[in-house]
């Protein structure tokens, strides 16, 4: 049952962290691409000069690979307002560096110059942006490794735009074609070269084949031809001057073991770009196109205008004092220094409360914050205060293009989409805030026109959404070291005499400007408050100062830095009945020499599935692993739901350890507005590491006319690095508006498409292994009902289209296992091929819906008989259930390839449960057994040492099978 044959319609409004959504294509051309420069550059004319070199050089490129139908008409790039001002740069309207297609910034201290671009979703599906170092566009040697830069370029736009992968695979850059036969991974298999292996003495030799796996040995280096016959492919070798065009259906190699292959279905690139919108939209364009055009924008000094409502409904719900409350934390904590603010109200007319003042000292901030409104009446005129805000920036600038407003109302209005063009004119960003389940429905589409956020906060007193939304409103200039970072939200309604706990992590990237914010709701006094720093010292509520205004705020700044680590409070309810408090928490970064994590979240929904919620944890521009990121949905009106995002490379998350979290969501609870709010929790062994999914391929050298071999320099090689201590992050994502919600109790959603199943042939051949995570019932919660394996000599017929023709497995007594869990399948077929097998699977829940077939599984060849694992027990079992066991290795498993299989000899009984975790890389591998769970430390080159645990019962019986992987 497919969740388009119903009538579920999701309104989802972009979040913040989302790229591109500006890129226009009108007749070939693609107008107003953004390319931001990151603040932190230092001013260097060459970078510009060689973005316009590179966008022209592209163009041609482009419009040649695409066979006549597209090109870069327009571009933008947005300069840094730390650069020197120029009369020939324009002044920054909506366009913002968060927002950019194309990022110009350092990496970090332990990652390289290699061009990137970031993707979150899967084939087909548009990327988030393309990351440029400066070197990368100033350093001319780089191009002997990488290519001419339009070229780089276009590879990188094909990603971002279409949503292709790369074709070659530093993991697997090898794939076996026959006995002692093996071939570089790429696309297409055309391109020529020789297979070489640097000996360490400045020479080279012909790779060897090992035996046991029919690779070439670890090391070898596939270096191509200069000079070559082959067109394609621009995803595999940009840099070849032969190559010009993308893989189609005539040259694409489906034995190659790349992304594009497992991503999208051993479908070439340009099949997966004629089913592109842009394809459909285009046609041949018979005219060479003019060159790009280049405009040059610069980042201003933020100008801000909170354009508040004070209506009579603002007095309902304890509104006004929450909004007094949350706008003097933007005031005082959020807004970033030197920036310019102003102040107007409205009801059935707006007031000018006051004009801009530019944030220079604490005293200006306080200053502000006594301005904000404390007392509500009259009715409610939303496009009034709007242009009273215009009018604040015209009093300064004589131009309203690059401010900003932030809009909040919590009623309606029936005339508001009046002021709709003049708003879309102003060039003004407008930030919209949604208080109550009766704000004006449209104020998603004024934020949306103007490149606003959307922001929404309900009436529940136990939440904390108001506040929330106001410390979501930090600049998109970039600038992280500047902006304001959410580390504690937490509201709830405390009995009498009760106390609000916590402990919030303060890491040591961050402490500068240090807030601590409590709320109350009914007490005329404070409650009683009481902070603990990590090193024990005490901030009572004498130390906090009281708003006098009877808003029920009480506020502490932490002068310095604040101490790194965990800070205690504890905030008792003195008053004679229950109240909510609430505690929030806000710092910057403690100086430029160390980027703070950060959280970007991104909401997306196409078609066929329902939503899916992603969190991009970083520090710079290294992905964070291993962080726990939980996000809560809040609908208008009943309980909020959490959901924890998951980075395994299975269900909505594409790509395993890549630092972006994801996951379905499917509870709904009605109509309405939905509010998201994103908590991140590092600890000491969350892993940061360098990013290796599509990037532009580093040439290890050329074969020479004269046959010989010139090579580049190594490829640096960046090691993993360990966050050096605990952190949290909360991070506002905005709002979304559900129409048409599914009703409650209505079974739509089949299981998650199987994104990573893998196929080995066994026994010489009469058998196949298969590995796969298990999805979920309703997409990526829960358990299925059953699986349906398929196979086939053609990869075509394992298509959701071409499914059911072909050859079934059958999976009898294969029975799915919750969400998440790592699962296997052995089985013999009923006749032997001698051809290459594919392999497909999906699952169905117990309502007959049936998840998208999963990824296609090649199975390699068989090289050799697998000798068998011999297990001894070194130490006895003990009641906690553990023993360890030594053994020797099998022979190197391919890269990128999981399923050797094993066997236990024990004469005991078998474990209760199964468990499955462990990584994959060249120096720890993971073994799984059914039943149980075994994690490996590798000992020497072939020696390795297992501990083995269950839940219950003595040790697995003789001939339990399992396997493991690297």
């Given at each position: 049952m497919l969740l388009s044959r119903r009538l579920l319609v999701l309104v989802l409004q972009w979040l913040y962290g989302v790229s591109g959504t500006s890129i226009?294509?009108?007749?070939?051309?693609?107008?107003?691409?953004?390319?931001?420069?990151?603040?932190?550059?230092?001013?260097?004319?060459?970078?510009?000069?060689?973005?316009?070199?590179?966008?022209?050089?592209?163009?041609?490129?482009?419009?040649?690979?695409?066979?006549?139908?597209?090109?870069?008409?327009?571009?933008?790039?947005?300069?840094?307002?730390t650069w020197t001002t120029k009369t020939e740069y324009k002044r920054v309207t909506t366009e913002s560096y968060e927002k950019a297609d194309v990022i110009v910034a350092e990496p970090s201290q332990a990652y390289g110059d290699e061009p990137y671009t970031l993707q979150y979703g899967g084939c087909g599906e548009k990327g988030q942006y393309i990351h440029f170092t400066s070197k990368f566009l100033t350093d001319d040697k780089l191009i002997d490794a990488y290519g001419p830069r339009g070229r780089v370029f276009v590879h990188e736009w094909a990603h971002l735009r279409w949503g292709v992968f790369d074709e070659y695979n530093y993991d697997a850059p090898f794939y076996v074609t026959g006995p002692n036969k093996a071939e570089a991974t790429r696309c297409s298999a055309g391109i020529t070269g020789r297979y070489i292996f640097e000996t360490g003495t400045g020479e080279t030799r012909p790779c060897k084949i090992e035996r046991q796996t029919g690779l070439y040995e670890t090391g070898c280096l596939f270096v191509p031809e200069r000079k070559q016959n082959s067109s394609a492919s621009i995803m595999y070798m940009q840099s070849l001057s032969s190559v010009t065009r993308f893989c189609d259906q005539t040259n694409h190699n489906i034995q190659a073991t790349n992304?594009?292959?497992?991503?999208?279905?051993?479908?070439?690139?340009?099949?997966?770009?004629?089913?592109?919108?842009?394809?459909?939209?285009?046609?041949?364009?018979?005219?060479?196109?003019?060159?790009?055009?280049?405009?040059?924008?610069?980042?201003?000094?933020?100008?801000?205008?909170?354009?508040?409502?004070?209506?009579?409904?603002?007095?309902s719900h304890n509104r006004i004092h929450r909004l007094r409350q949350a706008a003097e934390l933007f005031i005082l904590q959020v807004i970033e220094k030197d920036s310019w603010v102003g102040i107007v109200t409205f009801e059935s007319t707006a007031k000018i409360v006051t004009?801009?003042?530019?944030?220079?000292?604490?005293?200006?901030?306080?200053?502000?914050a006594n301005y904000l409104p404390t007392t509500a009446g009259g009715g409610t005129k939303i496009c009034s205060g709007v242009r009273a805000g215009f009018q604040v920036f015209l009093s300064k600038y004589g131009s309203t293009e690059g401010c900003e407003i932030v809009l909040l109302t919590d009623d309606e209005d029936s005339d508001l989409r009046s002021c709709f063009a003049e708003a879309e004119?102003?060039?003004?960003?407008?930030?919209?805030?949604?208080?109550?389940?009766?704000?004006?429905?449209?104020?998603?589409?004024?934020?949306?026109?103007?490149?606003?956020?959307?922001?929404?906060?309900?009436?529940?007193?136990?939440?904390?959404?108001?506040?929330?939304?106001?410390?979501?409103?930090?600049?998109?200039?970039?600038?992280?070291?500047?902006?304001?970072?959410?580390l504690g939200s937490k509201s709830q309604s405390i009995g009498i005499s009760q106390s609000l706990s916590g402990v919030v992590s303060i890491d040591k990237s961050l402490g500068n400007d240090t807030f601590f914010m409590v709320t109350w709701s009914l007490s005329t006094s404070p409650p009683t408050i009481i902070l603990m720093d990590p090193r024990g010292k005490r901030y009572l509520q004498a130390d906090f100062v009281v708003d006098n205004t009877n808003v029920r705020l009480a506020r502490l700044k932490i002068d310095g830095t604040a101490k790194a680590g965990d800070w205690a409070y504890s905030i008792q309810n003195t008053h004679y009945t229950a109240q909510v408090i609430s505690m929030t928490v806000t710092t910057r970064a403690a100086s430029l020499s160390e980027p703070p994590v950060t959280v970007k979240p991104y909401l997306k929904r196409d078609t066929n599935n329902p939503m899916i919620i992603y969190a991009e944890v970083s520090q710079g521009f290294l992905p964070v692993i291993g962080a726990k990121v939980i996000v809560t949905v809040e609908p208008e009106s009943g309980t909020a739901v959490e959901l924890e995002l998951l980075d395994n490379g299975a269900g909505a998350d594409i790509l395993k350890h890549d630092g972006v979290y994801s996951r379905y969501f499917t509870s709904f609870k009605g109509n309405g507005r939905y509010n998201l709010k994103v908590h991140v929790q590092g600890k000491e062994?969350?892993?940061?590491?360098?990013?290796?999914?599509?990037?532009?391929?580093?040439?290890?050298?050329?074969?020479?006319?004269?046959?010989?071999?010139?090579?580049?320099?190594?490829?640096?090689?960046?090691?993993?690095?360990?966050?050096a201590s605990?952190?949290?992050?909360?991070?506002?994502?905005?709002?979304?508006?559900?129409?048409?919600?599914?009703p409650p109790g209505v079974d739509l959603y089949p299981p998650n498409k199987i994104r990573d199943l893998k196929a080995m042939p066994v026994n010489n051949g009469d058998e196949f292994h298969l590995t796969w995570t298990a999805p979920g019932d309703d997409y990526d919660s829960g358990t299925a009902e059953r699986y349906e394996i398929r196979m086939s000599e053609n990869p075509a017929e394992l298509t959701d289209a071409t499914f059911q023709s072909a050859t079934p497995v059958n999976t009898s007594g294969l029975k799915p296992a919750p969400f998440g869990t790592k699962e296997f399948f052995q089985f013999k077929p009923a006749k032997k091929s001698n051809k290459a097998v594919f392999f497909a699977i999906r699952a169905i829940d117990d309502n007959n819906n049936v998840g998208n077939a999963s990824n296609i599984a090649q199975a390699g060849h068989q090289t050799s008989q697998l000798p068998p694992i011999i297990w001894s027990t070194t130490t006895k079992v003990r009641t906690t259930h553990s023993v360890s066991l030594t053994t020797w290795l099998l022979p190197e498993a391919t890269p990128g390839f999981s399923g050797y299989p094993i066997s236990l000899r024990s004469k005991q009984q078998p474990p209760h449960y199964c468990l499955a975790g462990g990584v994959s890389d060249r120096k720890s591998f993971k073994v799984f057994l059914l039943g149980s769970r075994l994690d490996a430390q590798l000992i020497g080159r072939h020696g390795v040492c297992l501990s083995l645990s269950w839940g219950s019962g003595p040790l697995p019986s003789l001939g339990y099978r399992g396997y493991y992987e690297y």
């Amino acid at each position: 049952m497919l969740l388009s044959r119903r009538l579920l319609v999701l309104v989802l409004q972009w979040l913040y962290g989302v790229s591109g959504t500006s890129i226009k294509l009108r007749n070939g051309g693609f107008e107003d691409i953004i390319i931001a420069i990151n603040p932190q550059l230092p001013e260097d004319p060459q970078i510009l000069d060689s973005i316009k070199d590179m966008i022209k050089e592209g163009s041609t490129y482009l419009f040649g690979a695409t066979q006549q139908r597209f090109y870069f008409k327009s571009v933008k790039i947005i300069i840094p307002l730390t650069w020197t001002t120029k009369t020939e740069y324009k002044r920054v309207t909506t366009e913002s560096y968060e927002k950019a297609d194309v990022i110009v910034a350092e990496p970090s201290q332990a990652y390289g110059d290699e061009p990137y671009t970031l993707q979150y979703g899967g084939c087909g599906e548009k990327g988030q942006y393309i990351h440029f170092t400066s070197k990368f566009l100033t350093d001319d040697k780089l191009i002997d490794a990488y290519g001419p830069r339009g070229r780089v370029f276009v590879h990188e736009w094909a990603h971002l735009r279409w949503g292709v992968f790369d074709e070659y695979n530093y993991d697997a850059p090898f794939y076996v074609t026959g006995p002692n036969k093996a071939e570089a991974t790429r696309c297409s298999a055309g391109i020529t070269g020789r297979y070489i292996f640097e000996t360490g003495t400045g020479e080279t030799r012909p790779c060897k084949i090992e035996r046991q796996t029919g690779l070439y040995e670890t090391g070898c280096l596939f270096v191509p031809e200069r000079k070559q016959n082959s067109s394609a492919s621009i995803m595999y070798m940009q840099s070849l001057s032969s190559v010009t065009r993308f893989c189609d259906q005539t040259n694409h190699n489906i034995q190659a073991t790349n992304m594009q292959n497992d991503q999208c279905g051993y479908r070439s690139t340009w099949e997966v770009i004629m089913d592109s919108a842009d394809f459909a939209r285009s046609s041949p364009i018979t005219e060479t196109p003019p060159p790009p055009t280049v405009s040059l924008l610069q980042t201003q000094v933020r100008v801000v205008c909170l354009v508040l409502d004070v209506s009579e409904s603002m007095r309902s719900h304890n509104r006004i004092h929450r909004l007094r409350q949350a706008a003097e934390l933007f005031i005082l904590q959020v807004i970033e220094k030197d920036s310019w603010v102003g102040i107007v109200t409205f009801e059935s007319t707006a007031k000018i409360v006051t004009g801009l003042q530019q944030v220079v000292s604490d005293s200006v901030r306080k200053s502000l914050a006594n301005y904000l409104p404390t007392t509500a009446g009259g009715g409610t005129k939303i496009c009034s205060g709007v242009r009273a805000g215009f009018q604040v920036f015209l009093s300064k600038y004589g131009s309203t293009e690059g401010c900003e407003i932030v809009l909040l109302t919590d009623d309606e209005d029936s005339d508001l989409r009046s002021c709709f063009a003049e708003a879309e004119r102003s060039g003004s960003k407008i930030h919209t805030i949604a208080l109550g389940p009766k704000a004006a429905k449209e104020l998603e589409t004024l934020a949306n026109m103007t490149g606003g956020l959307k922001f929404s906060a309900t009436d529940s007193l136990d939440s904390n959404s108001l506040i929330d939304a106001f410390c979501g409103l930090s600049s998109g200039s970039g600038s992280v070291f500047q902006q304001s970072i959410q580390l504690g939200s937490k509201s709830q309604s405390i009995g009498i005499s009760q106390s609000l706990s916590g402990v919030v992590s303060i890491d040591k990237s961050l402490g500068n400007d240090t807030f601590f914010m409590v709320t109350w709701s009914l007490s005329t006094s404070p409650p009683t408050i009481i902070l603990m720093d990590p090193r024990g010292k005490r901030y009572l509520q004498a130390d906090f100062v009281v708003d006098n205004t009877n808003v029920r705020l009480a506020r502490l700044k932490i002068d310095g830095t604040a101490k790194a680590g965990d800070w205690a409070y504890s905030i008792q309810n003195t008053h004679y009945t229950a109240q909510v408090i609430s505690m929030t928490v806000t710092t910057r970064a403690a100086s430029l020499s160390e980027p703070p994590v950060t959280v970007k979240p991104y909401l997306k929904r196409d078609t066929n599935n329902p939503m899916i919620i992603y969190a991009e944890v970083s520090q710079g521009f290294l992905p964070v692993i291993g962080a726990k990121v939980i996000v809560t949905v809040e609908p208008e009106s009943g309980t909020a739901v959490e959901l924890e995002l998951l980075d395994n490379g299975a269900g909505a998350d594409i790509l395993k350890h890549d630092g972006v979290y994801s996951r379905y969501f499917t509870s709904f609870k009605g109509n309405g507005r939905y509010n998201l709010k994103v908590h991140v929790q590092g600890k000491e062994e969350t892993v940061r590491r360098v990013r290796r999914q599509s990037q532009a391929l580093y040439i290890p050298g050329y074969i020479l006319g004269n046959g010989s071999i010139s090579l580049n320099p190594p490829k640096p090689v960046y090691n993993k690095t360990k966050t050096a201590s605990n952190f949290v992050r909360i991070h506002q994502g905005g709002s979304f508006i559900v129409t048409n919600s599914p009703p409650p109790g209505v079974d739509l959603y089949p299981p998650n498409k199987i994104r990573d199943l893998k196929a080995m042939p066994v026994n010489n051949g009469d058998e196949f292994h298969l590995t796969w995570t298990a999805p979920g019932d309703d997409y990526d919660s829960g358990t299925a009902e059953r699986y349906e394996i398929r196979m086939s000599e053609n990869p075509a017929e394992l298509t959701d289209a071409t499914f059911q023709s072909a050859t079934p497995v059958n999976t009898s007594g294969l029975k799915p296992a919750p969400f998440g869990t790592k699962e296997f399948f052995q089985f013999k077929p009923a006749k032997k091929s001698n051809k290459a097998v594919f392999f497909a699977i999906r699952a169905i829940d117990d309502n007959n819906n049936v998840g998208n077939a999963s990824n296609i599984a090649q199975a390699g060849h068989q090289t050799s008989q697998l000798p068998p694992i011999i297990w001894s027990t070194t130490t006895k079992v003990r009641t906690t259930h553990s023993v360890s066991l030594t053994t020797w290795l099998l022979p190197e498993a391919t890269p990128g390839f999981s399923g050797y299989p094993i066997s236990l000899r024990s004469k005991q009984q078998p474990p209760h449960y199964c468990l499955a975790g462990g990584v994959s890389d060249r120096k720890s591998f993971k073994v799984f057994l059914l039943g149980s769970r075994l994690d490996a430390q590798l000992i020497g080159r072939h020696g390795v040492c297992l501990s083995l645990s269950w839940g219950s019962g003595p040790l697995p019986s003789l001939g339990y099978r399992g396997y493991y992987e690297y």
